[in-house]
């Protein structure tokens, strides 16, 4: 059964400090790897989507990063700011199989960026 | 355009009650899913509609819990008898294919239910 973890389970950074969000992932068998983002008392909002054939994907100040193989992705979050304040959220999609569109989630990282 | 709505935004319910949650998905998304979200916990699945195929219902958690699709649109997920371990945040997710055969999903606000 695939087993997703976030660490750390909380962070909290000074405003304009770049940081780093790690997802690892026990079945490297998956399809792909999403990044969200989701705002207190709100639904979850997409990041980013990596391929299994793919090694990052960027947008704006995000990059992610997959290693398959090793079972790992980051969430790289350069010149940090207030608005980033949320928890992130890491959730994969087995490569096949039964259920293989469903999304295994990680527990999320709640980020505060302190002004 | 419009993304995936859900109602009640909050609902707040007595125990061994029946309650009905909604979901309208984004026009022209094939596929559907719900989601859970206890306290602590990630976000735990719970069915799946994809087109006219029969719904995935795997993760349902007991008999209690049922959910339909109406027209390929709009889906009802259903709670009878609640107990207060239902109280979670309940997500709804359309999908459509975002390169090769991968389905992106795009999610709800979410429905807050408490079970007192």
């Known amino acids: 059964k695939q087993e997703v973890t976030q660490i750390p389970a909380a962070l909290s950074v000074p405003e304009g400090e770049n940081l780093v969000l790690n997802c690892s992932f026990t079945?490297?068998?998956?399809?792909?790897l999403q990044w969200f983002r989701q705002d207190p008392g709100k639904g979850l909002t997409s990041l980013l989507l990596i391929q299994s054939s793919q090694r990052e994907q960027t947008s704006g100040r995000l990059n992610a990063s997959l290693d398959k193989s090793s079972g790992r992705s980051t969430l790289y979050i350069a010149a940090s700011q207030p608005g980033d304040s949320a928890t992130y959220l890491c959730?994969?999609?087995?490569?096949?199989?039964?259920?293989?569109?469903?999304?295994?989630f990680g527990k999320g990282t709640k980020l505060s960026v302190i002004p | 355009g419009a993304g995936v709505s859900q109602s009640p935004s909050n609902k707040v319910t007595e125990k061994g009650k029946d309650v009905e949650l909604r979901c309208d998905p984004i026009s022209g998304h094939t596929a559907l899913y719900w989601y859970r979200q206890s306290l602590g916990q990630g976000l735990e699945f719970l069915i799946y509609?994809?087109?006219?195929?029969?719904?995935?219902k795997s993760g349902l958690p007991s008999d209690r819990f049922s959910a339909e699709r109406t027209g390929g649109s709009v889906s009802t997920l259903t709670i009878q008898r609640t107990q207060q371990e239902d109280s979670a945040v309940y997500l709804c997710a359309s999908g459509i294919r975002a390169g090769g055969s991968s389905y992106e999903q795009y999610f709800g606000p979410g429905t807050r239910l408490t079970v007192t």
């Open positions: 959730a994969v999609r087995p490569h096949s199989g039964a259920g293989s569109y469903q999304l295994t």
């Open positions: 079945d490297s068998a998956i399809y792909n």
């Open positions: 509609f994809q087109g006219n195929s029969a719904p995935d």
